[in-house]
């Protein structure tokens, strides 16, 4: 079955730092979503991306949709200590539907 | 943005008891509703779809007798646990999608941590 891989599973990163995340499909998706979850919170969606080299940017946040569609990068700049919590994506399952395959995530700690 | 309520936060049970958690959406229709399970650090894995309407889809490895889910109307579903057991414990959540088109964003609920004792 359809497999969504992340990595690294931790990042720590000092306040201040540049890091990025990957994410990688063992299939084709027709669009990647990210969503972002704090420590005893609830995910919370926050890009989509449809197109095959898609680039799109939230503040300090910038995601990027492979060429194949079949990896995607979160790359976070100067990172804030907001910036804490576990960082999903997730693709469609299948053609049809909206059922949606997470990945392991990246949780991300700050150090300040 | 899209909300989606859950309730109960948190239960704490006996074990052999039956737990029920709600999953509404409170300002859109949803004819399909997600639920998940996620473990301490783990990722969100997914249980079943809750169809308005008609049975739930569950997915491989997940006991439909044990987790049962009624989605009785375009807003609310129902996820409940049957006989529960303290390896049931573990953090519920649902989550909700204005459409079944494969780009539909989904909104969470809140989550349900269960702890059977």
């Known amino acids: 079955g359809q497999q969504v891989m992340q990595i690294p599973q931790y990042q720590h990163v000092q306040e201040g730092e540049d890091f990025t995340t990957y994410c990688n499909s063992s299939t084709t998706l027709s669009n990647i979503q990210w969503y972002k979850q704090r420590p005893g919170g609830h995910p919370v969606f926050l890009i989509q991306l449809v197109k095959s080299g898609e680039v799109k940017k939230q503040k300090r946040l910038t995601f990027q949709f492979g060429e194949a569609k079949k990896n995607s990068s979160l790359h976070i700049t100067a990172t804030q200590t907001t910036d804490v919590g576990t960082y999903f994506c997730?693709?469609?399952?299948?053609?049809?539907?909206?059922?949606?395959?997470f990945g392991g995530g990246t949780r991300v700690l700050v150090k300040p | 943005g899209a909300v989606v309520s859950q309730h109960p936060s948190r239960v704490i049970c006996k074990s052999g008891t039956s737990v029920k958690i709600e999953c509404r959406s409170l300002d859109f229709q949803a004819t399909t509703m997600f639920w998940y399970r996620q473990f301490p650090k783990q990722s969100l894995m997914l249980m079943a779809t809750?169809?308005?309407?008609?049975?739930?889809?569950?997915e491989q490895g997940v006991e439909k007798d044990k987790f049962l889910i009624n989605h009785a109307s375009l807003t609310l579903s129902t996820l409940t646990v049957t006989s529960a057991h303290p390896e049931d414990s573990s953090f519920y959540i649902c989550?909700?999608?204005?459409?079944?088109?494969?780009?539909?964003?989904?909104?969470f609920g809140s989550g349900t941590q269960l702890s059977v004792l």
């Open positions: 989550s909700a999608s204005r459409s079944a088109a494969t780009n539909e964003k989904l909104f």
């Open positions: 997730a693709g469609p399952q299948g053609a049809a539907g909206n059922k949606l395959t």
């Open positions: 809750s169809n308005e309407g008609s049975k739930a889809t569950y």
